[in-house]
């Protein structure tokens, strides 16, 4: 079974990371017997820009965690998001895994599996479009490294993330997430996608024959389409943030919400 999960921002509130990676990790444990892989869908880090020789408490709790993860056998995938798009070697020295920054589909027996984070499909303004496109240049990233010393320009990242990122859902970016899955799997590129950023987990699955979605609102929806190969499923992690919410994949898509120790079942579908 793989395990998705998206937007931890860790760092943005640095008293309760501690308590959310102990969280995530109980988590785990209780589904330690089934998953064999574990994806981390960007933003695991609120605002993490990687100045070589230091590396921010919240990447070292979240690094040691995902060492042991692996020690227990598990694979570790990681994409970087739109807060912690900055990264240098520590990821990859670190757990000999690459950082992956754009979207991959991976196979699962007879499925297709699109992952990304989803920062991209979001409807932006001009100003913030072109903002993106020149923090994504590496000379950017030099100089910001440059004339910002490690302290200063993790304040700075830290401050600019607090006061411009809106973590409450916006239904323009749950709409564009919605829409860009539904054309995945309408025009047959995809069985399954899977993306976070917005906030919103939600898990629905759209028809290819007459183009019109199904909403998933209780367990077990989808039950009657499990020979249907005309149709395809998008499923959104949510967050762990604040929701704790996360996606399962095996023979069944799974959202579900780790609430009061244990693991609840808000929907699923059969893949």
């Known amino acids: 079974m793989i395990l998705v999960v998206s937007d931890l921002h860790l760092g943005k509130v ?24 574990i994806v981390f869908l960007g933003d695991t880090f609120d605002a993490f820009i990687e100045y070589p020789g230091h590396i921010p408490e ?9 060492l042991e993860l692996q020690n227990d056998g598990l694979e570790i995938v990681y994409f970087s998001g739109n807060h912690d798009r ?8 670190a757990l000999n895994i690459p950082v992956l920054r754009s979207p991959r589909q991976i196979s699962r027996g007879k499925h297709r599996i699109w992952m990304e984070h989803g920062d991209c499909v979001a409807n932006h303004s001009p100003v913030v479009r072109f903002l993106r496109y020149v923090s994504d240049r590496a000379w950017a990233y030099r100089l910001y490294r440059t004339f910002l010393p490690f ?5 700075l990242s830290a401050a600019v ?3 411009f990122s809106n973590y409450s859902p916006e239904p323009s970016t749950v709409a564009a997430l919605k829409s860009h899955a539904r054309k995945l799997i309408l025009e047959n590129k995809s069985d399954l996608v899977i993306m976070g950023h ?14 019109k979605p199904n909403q998933s609102n209780t367990p077990g929806h989808g039950e009657s389409n499990s020979n249907d190969t005309g149709s395809g499923i998008y499923a959104n992690t ?17 959202l579900l919400r780790w609430s009061e120790n244990r693991v609840e079942l808000i929907a699923e579908e059969i893949l």
């Open 151 to 155: 302290g200063a320009g993790h304040w």
């Open 198 to 211: 917005c906030h919103t987990s939600s898990l629905q699955r759209f028809d290819r024959l007459d183009s």
């Open 58 to 66: 919240p990447v070292t709790l979240w690094t040691k965690m995902a």
């Open 14 to 37: 640095s008293s309760s990371d501690e308590q959310s990676l102990s969280e995530f990790r109980n988590c785990i444990g209780s589904l330690k017997t089934e998953i064999s892989k």
């Open 238 to 254: 949510g967050d762990w943030y604040e929701a704790r919410t996360f996606v399962t994949i095996s023979d069944r898509v799974r």
């Open 86 to 93: 900055w990264h240098l070697e520590h990821i990859p020295r």
């Open 161 to 163: 993330s607090r006061r």
